[in-house]
Structures are given as C-alpha cells and as structure tokens.
C-alpha cells in the first residue's frame, strides 16, 4: 500500500534576472551551440539565487528553477504563505500547478508474446542504415518519462551507454524501481538487443529522466518536463523522446482546452519548441485519446519545430486510438507515423512483448533519427527533422489528422538530397557519394554499392 502524501506545488514567476551569472552549459553544450550558430541569449542564464534563497527562509521547498520561464516549482503548504510570496516585489505571478486529492490507479500491464522487431524497423527502411554500420554513434539522447524499472540490470540493455539519471519527480520509489516501468518499455524500442529483439539506435548514449508521477495527474508533471528539457539542453543532448501527454488532470479545472493546444500556450509546449530552437530534435507521443472523448493529441505535442508521432500497426494502417490532430492553430499533427499498435517492446521482467501506444512509436522515431544523424554529423536538428518529413510516404499529400506526412523512409532521409544541404556537398561526403554505373545513378558507402531502396547490390 502506498501512503497518500499531499502536495500543494506551485511555479511562481519572477521579475527579472538581476545577477550577471555564466550561462548553466556543459562544454558539449557549449561546442554544439558554437558548431550549429545558436547564439547564447537570457534563457541561458540561471535564476536568480537570491531570489531563491529568499524563498527558502520564507519555508518554501523549491523543486526546480526554470531558467527558461524565470521561475521556479515550489512546495508550499501553507495558504498564507502563499499569498507572501505573490506580494513579494520579485514575483510576478504564483500559479496552482498540483493538488492532490486521491491516488491514480496503478497502469495495467500488457500481455507477453515472442515478437521480434524486424517488421517495426522494416517499416521505416531502417535496416540499410544498420547495415551500413549507423546505429546512432555520437548521438546523446534523453528519454524521459515515468520511471524506467530494472533498466539498471536488464541484460538486453547496455548500461555502459547510459550517462546519467535525473528525477524531476516527488516520487520516494527508487528511479530503477516499481511501479516505473513504461520507461523501460519505451527505451527498450530504441536500445535494448535480445536474442528475438533489436532496438532502433543500440550505439546511441543517453540519459534517464523521470519527470511523470505515478499517483497524480497534475499541471506541476509539465512543469517536471520542462526541466528535464532545461537539462537535457544543458547537457548537450541531441534527441529527446517523451512519451508523456497532458491534457485531463485529477481536478476538472485544470483540464485544457482544444485553443490551448497552439503550441504558444502551456509552458511545457512552449519549453518543447525552445529546445527545439536551442538544437534538439524533440519527438513526443501524439497521445492515445483517438477513440475516447477528448480524442486530440495533448501537450507538448502540440509544440512548433518537433516530431510529434503517430500510432500505426507494421503494414502501415493507423491506430484507433491514435490522437488526432491538427494543433489548435491549424498546423499538421501528428508530423509522422511508426509503429504503435502491436509494437515489439521488451518487459523490465526480461522477455519481449506486445504493446499498443504512441509511447512506443515516439522512441521509435527517436531512434530512427539518432541513426540518420550518426551518419550525418554535421547537420543539425532543423535539417534532419527535415530530412525525415521529406522521406515520408504522404510528404506531398499530408493529412492533417492522424497520419501527418506519413511514414518515413530512414534510407531516403539519409540518401536525398535537400533544399537544406546542397547537391554538391552531399556529394563529396565520405560517407556517401554517388556514382554513375551501367548507365544509372547508385550510392557507394564504405565499398559497398546501394540502390536507391537501400539495397546492397555489390
């Protein structure tokens, strides 16, 4: 039995930022804002600590800074007290963002089966790119969601590539432990390899993030999210997949509206798109309400300049339950499709399983992605999120409800030429070059003749 532990969180909003502190970057962080020429702006700078510390001796619990939205999430359990804050002359404003009022039920687990993965690559023309030796090398990615069980023991994952975990979370269960284990499910499709198992990107490192709580649903988890992103982009992450969904929360007046999901509304939408901006691929799950009554995606799906991704099944037909789009204010969503529904996983229990959810299509695409930029290192994200809308099979004739551009062909994405990078410089690239034999146009990489499919044919 769990305790029911009452939280009153709150993210309170400050005026400015008074002290000249240096931006919170990693060395990496720093040499990819240099490498891709995104200048270092006000975001980039902490919070002011002495507002913080003035918070504190009021007995105020912070949880985290956003140096993003120049506030804080802050526990404060007296009533009083937070009228004291609003008033001090730094605040702006002081915003309810979790109430607890009863436990959530604990999520059911799905059935076993012996499933393999190669029809969930296949899809997307993933295997020419492992062939070809690309799995995600140099590629640092974050997944974040609510717990990642076992994944500290698991066999089929690789724990050398993990470089560190982080918990945004009010959780007291161990960050490995149960009831967590949605993560380890979702970081299995890009990671893990069993004997009937292979993920999308096994040479990609990454980090472990927990910003989803178990027994609430509250505005206070996006808050969590926002600085899981804060730290991912601190920590020079390329990729972030999330397979996390806010729009129902336990009190009714918390829930969004339809208008809200714009991309320009939430914080949690608004941080995906900064990341975004500051050189992050973000992918988001388009959620699973198609075939419930709220029906649309949810935040931060319905952030600009990301991959928000879609449900289908291995021959490429769209899941019911797969959140419809468009965003609020009229752009294409979900962006892209992968499979979903009867998605090969593997369990935190040790053996691979059926799973239904765009939690799993979100990391597949993730995936998909690290291995793309693995063998295109000197693009940056804009260009490869371009690369993987181009390569999709609806890319001239999108829909704007459910399947977006469509699937995406990782080989194509790969081979193309773009609008963004020109023909000649594709051309010299030493991972790839095309030559002209019997009269027709092939790609040669690392001694090997490819078609245009992915084919190896010399």
């Not at 096994?202 to 649903?217: D, F, G, P, V």
Request: proline content about 4%; charged content about 25%; hydrophobic content about 40%.
């Amino acid at each position: 039995m769990f305790a029911l532990i009452l939280f009153f969180v709150y993210f309170v909003s400050f005026t400015d930022k008074p002290e000249k502190t240096a931006p919170q970057l990693s060395e990496r962080a720093v040499e990819q804002r240099a490498k891709w020429g995104i200048a270092t702006d006000q975001m980039d700078y902490p919070v002011s600590p002495m507002y913080l510390d003035s918070l504190r001796r009021m007995g105020v619990k912070i949880h985290h800074a956003s140096r993003w939205f120049n506030g804080a999430t802050c526990e404060i359990k007296d009533e009083k007290l937070v009228a004291k804050v609003q008033a001090l002359s730094f605040v702006t404003d002081v915003e309810l963002t979790r109430d607890d009022s009863k436990p959530m039920a604990m999520p059911k687990r799905s059935v076993p089966t012996d499933r393999m993965t190669d029809d969930q690559l296949a899809l997307f023309n993933l295997h020419p790119l492992h062939e070809a030796g690309y799995e995600g090398q140099g590629i640092v990615m974050a997944i974040c969601d609510n717990g990642f069980q076992s994944a500290d023991t698991l066999p089929c994952f690789r724990q050398h590539l993990e470089l560190g975990h982080f918990d945004f979370t009010d959780e007291t269960i161990d960050f490995y432990g149960s009831p967590g284990d949605h993560g380890t499910m979702c970081l299995s499709t890009i990671t893990a390899i069993a004997d009937d198992y292979y993920g999308a990107a096994t040479k990609a490192r990454y980090y472990l993030m927990r910003s989803e709580e178990n027994m609430t649903e509250s505005p206070k988890e996006m808050d969590n999210l926002v600085a899981a992103l804060e730290k991912a982009d601190s920590l020079g992450v390329n990729i972030f997949s999330v397979s996390l969904g806010y729009a129902e929360f336990d009190r009714a007046d918390w829930t969004l509206s339809y208008a809200a999901l714009d991309g320009k509304t939430t914080r949690v939408s608004r941080a995906a798109t900064i990341a975004a901006r500051k050189g992050m691929l973000v992918c988001v799950a388009a959620g699973n309400s198609g075939d419930k009554e709220w029906h649309k995606i949810m935040a931060p799906a319905d952030a600009d300049s990301i991959l928000t991704v879609g449900a289908v099944d291995t021959q490429g037909m769209i899941g019911a339950f797969s959140g419809f789009g468009p965003s609020a204010d009229g752009r294409i969503k979900p962006e892209v499709c992968a499979v979903g529904v009867n998605a090969a996983i593997y369990s935190p229990f040790g053996f691979s399983m059926y799973g239904n959810g765009t939690s799993f299509a979100a990391p597949l695409i993730a995936g998909m992605a690290a291995c793309v930029w693995s063998a295109l290192p000197d693009e940056n994200a804009m260009q490869i999120r371009e690369r993987i809308l181009r390569s999709s099979d609806r890319y001239t004739h999108p829909d704007s409800n459910q399947y977006g551009y469509g699937i995406p062909d990782a080989w194509k994405a790969y081979t193309m030429s773009t609008e963004i990078e020109s023909e000649e410089l594709r051309v010299k690239s030493e991972a790839c070059r095309k030559i002209l034999k019997d009269g027709q146009l092939w790609i040669l990489r690392n001694g090997h003749v490819y078609n245009f499919a992915g084919q190896c044919v010399e």
